[in-house]
């Protein structure tokens, strides 16, 4: 006899005569909706779709309902950039870089599904003002040894991508290797900048090539030692960056003087790191009674070098900016059904961050040798704890209505330093807590849920906008972080509906936010004192770029999602999502502040895909983007056309395919403005886009999948920190270069 706590019994060895009513096989398929609404959240089944093989998972986002993602791989949740991405459940160091690179580095072939959260619980950290985006990659549920292997090559972009999966009994393994390679690109920049405060002007034109490279591997082994106890660990390895090689023509007018200069510029940035996590679950006897422990170790690290060289005028500079990002967690998970109707879930978890940033500035002298600058060199520690916990409970109640309540406390401590005899900036600490709660009601008639949600959401900023080390590779454009930035806040309502009949998916809302403390950088004119070629102290006007809390805004939005299949071969899709802007700028920014008005700003796709005879499938997918608006400005809209086919081939076990971008735009321009009170500026910026791609994939293994229930994985789930933008391909053009964290 075997039971759940003791699930082997060795018998030795049976022999069984097979008779002449044995099947040789019995396959049983079925199809999932590329699209799913459920409760709480979206989920875009990746894996369903056809014509992704061959791209990143940034290509995949951009056909996810209310995600966006524009030309520098920035990730948008209907329309803010203020969202937690995250893989299986688990925050990754790669991300804490550079968002947009990180989706760069995860191959399209390993992505499963995507789920959008837009009005997280109290179960979920209260970082992310507009939601979560949680990337699910795929592990095969079949017994035995199985996997894929995939690739693509173009004229802009190679990818290679390997799966292996094995499973016996209750032991599974697995893991993922892969790789991209950006062929160099050429493109070229324009800046032009005025300010009435020093009477000064500017201006920057040049061209630039950049070549980009990313890795990524993991591996995964879970055990379940019986129905009640099962453990798993796993690792994720990536490394990336970029190398740019440009010059550029530049201007500045002051006090009457113009001064022209050319400027070289090489500039390399990598990045990489890995995350541990490991976790462990105990079932209890009573059906979904279940307490869960997780941990997780990421390391990360930057590495930033550039070498900008003047004609004449500035001294020439070296830099190198290392970053090493630690981040541990311990969290603790427990769910309790206390009836059919009614169940309570609790939970602690602790995060301690402890980063550093060192960066190593040299300048020439006037006999023309390399000597370290103790002024813009740059030692800072920064640390950051957070403690937090929460309950949620959730009812079913008659008539098919849910209702679901809870609250979060979370504590933060943070304290930044910088390390020097002679520091330029002073020590500072910070502590604050917050409450958040949540709650939704939802009501379900046949195939319609409607739901009413509120949720409080928190975005600490992370080192990239506190990091106070000026970066003055460009000789007419300087960034710096802000170390006093206070947390944003906000609070939404949103009205949800959602629907299937046969295979066609509607799912629309309207919602309202408020935000307090909005971080956004602020341009403002400066004038920055250096030394000439031959030592002289003068002084140079320039933008200097940085983060602020500028103020609050109140935003009504809109989004509308929609998939009809008129007939079975044919499906269309589509997606709109528009929003209002409206900010209103603290007193010590009105100055600074442009008079936008009320800005109503969109994001929107459509697609239509046709299957056609002998396993062809042919899908076009058309992206548009409004100007992202900031309260001094706007930045680029970004507008894009996709065309693939692809065939399976290998009786349905392989797939070749062409992918189009752009066919009739060689080159695109993304043009950025500022006009406050301040300073008037406006750049150009152009690059290769149109491209052409060859792809392939194979699956290999034994179609027999396992009986048992699907291993329930909680993990670490960060989901804390404003990110960076993210402007590798911007900053690596202008002769920038990215700060590390």
Do not use: C
Request: aromatic share 10%.
């Amino acid at each position: 006899t075997t039971t759940p706590g003791k699930p082997d019994l060795n018998v030795g060895r049976i022999i069984l005569s097979p008779t002449s009513t044995a099947l040789q096989e019995v396959t049983v398929t079925g199809q999932a909706a590329l699209i799913e609404n459920r409760v709480d959240k979206v989920v875009y089944n990746a894996e369903k779709d056809a014509t992704v093989t061959g791209g990143n998972a940034g290509d995949i986002l951009r056909k996810v309902p209310m995600v966006s993602v524009d030309q520098d791989g920035n990730v948008a949740l209907r329309g803010s950039q203020n969202v937690k991405v995250l893989i299986n459940g688990k925050p990754s160091g790669a991300m804490a870089a550079n968002v947009g690179d990180a989706m760069k580095m995860l191959p399209a072939d390993q992505v499963k599904s995507v789920e959008v959260v837009t009005s997280p619980s109290a179960k979920y950290d209260a970082e992310g003002s507009a939601g979560i985006i949680n990337i699910i990659t795929k592990k095969s549920n079949m017994s035995g040894v199985s996997g894929s292997i995939s690739g693509g090559v173009g004229t802009r972009q190679n990818n290679g991508n390997a799966n292996l999966n094995i499973n016996h009994n209750r032991l599974s393994i697995s893991g993922n290797v892969g790789g991209n390679y950006t062929w160099p690109q050429m493109s070229t920049m324009f800046l032009q900048s005025a300010d009435t405060e020093n009477q000064s002007s500017r201006s920057q034109s040049g061209s630039s090539e950049t070549e980009r490279f990313g890795g990524s591997g993991s591996g995964n082994v879970s055990y379940d030692f019986n129905a009640s106890n099962s453990i798993s660990s796993g690792i994720r390895f990536n490394k990336g960056g970029f190398s740019t090689d440009g010059s550029s023509s530049n201007s500045n007018t002051f006090d009457g003087t113009t001064r022209s200069y050319i400027i070289t510029n090489d500039s390399e940035m990598q990045f990489g790191g890995f995350d541990w996590n490991a976790d462990y679950i105990h079932k209890f006897k009573k059906a979904g009674n279940e307490i869960s422990i997780a941990g997780q170790w990421s390391h990360g690290k930057n590495q930033t070098d550039y070498t900008t060289v003047y004609s004449e005028f500035n001294p020439n500079q070296i830099a190198a900016n290392d970053g090493i990002n630690d981040e541990y967690t311990v969290q603790a998970d427990y769910v309790l059904p206390i009836s059919k109707s009614v169940k309570l879930e609790t939970g602690a978890k602790t995060i301690l961050r402890d980063i550093t940033s060192n960066s190593l500035v040299q300048n020439t002298n006037p006999s023309g040798v390399y000597e370290v600058n103790d002024l813009m060199s740059n030692d800072y520690l920064y640390n950051q704890n957070v403690y937090s916990g929460y309950a949620v409970m959730s009812f079913q109640l008659p008539k098919s209505y849910g209702l679901q309540l809870g609250g979060r406390v979370e504590n933060t401590k943070i304290e930044g330093e910088e390390n020097s005899d002679n520091p330029a900036f002073a020590p500072f600490s910070n502590s604050y807590t917050n409450f958040i709660p949540s709650f939704s009601v939802s009501k379900t008639i046949k195939s319609n849920t409607f739901r009413l949600s509120y949720s409080k959401r928190i975005q600490r900023p992370s080192l990239q906008y506190l990091n106070p080390f000026r970066n003055t590779s460009n000789a007419v454009a300087h960034s710096m972080g802000n170390p006093n930035l206070s947390p944003e806040v906000s609070q939404s309502v949103e009205l949800n509906f959602s629907t299937f009949v046969k295979s066609s998916v509607i799912n629309a809302s309207v919602y309202y936010r408020h935000t307090d403390d909005i971080i956004e950088s602020f341009v403002k004119p400066d004038l920055y004192k250096t030394q000439d070629e031959n030592g002289a102290d003068v002084e140079i006007p320039v933008s200097l770029t940085t983060f602020n809390n500028i103020g609050k805004n109140n935003s009504f939005g809109a989004s509308f999602f929609g998939q009809i299949t008129p007939v079975k071969s044919l499906t269309f899709r589509g997606n709109l999502n528009t929003f209002s802007y409206k900010p209103t700028a603290s007193s010590q920014f009105t100055q600074a502040s442009a008079e936008i008005g009320t800005q109503l700003l969109y994001n929107a796709f459509v697609s239509g895909s046709v299957t056609l005879p002998r396993n062809f499938v042919t899908e076009s997918f058309v992206i548009i983007n409004s100007p992202r608006r900031t309260f001094q400005g706007r930045n680029p809209a970004f507008n894009m056309w996709i065309i693939s086919f692809s065939k399976q081939i290998l009786d349905k076990k392989g797939k070749i395919g062409l992918n189009i971008i752009d066919p009739f735009n060689e080159r695109k321009n993304f043009k950025s403005e500022i006009n406050s009170g301040l300073i008037s500026q406006s750049s150009n910026f152009s690059m290769p886009f149109r491209s052409f791609g060859l792809t392939f994939s194979w699956q290999f293994g034994k179609m027999n999948f396992n009986q048992q229930q699907p291993r329930r994985r909680r993990g670490v789930n960060n989901d804390d920190l404003k990110q960076d933008g993210g402007q590798g391909t911007q900053q690596g053009t202008q002769g920038g270069a990215t700060q590390g964290m």
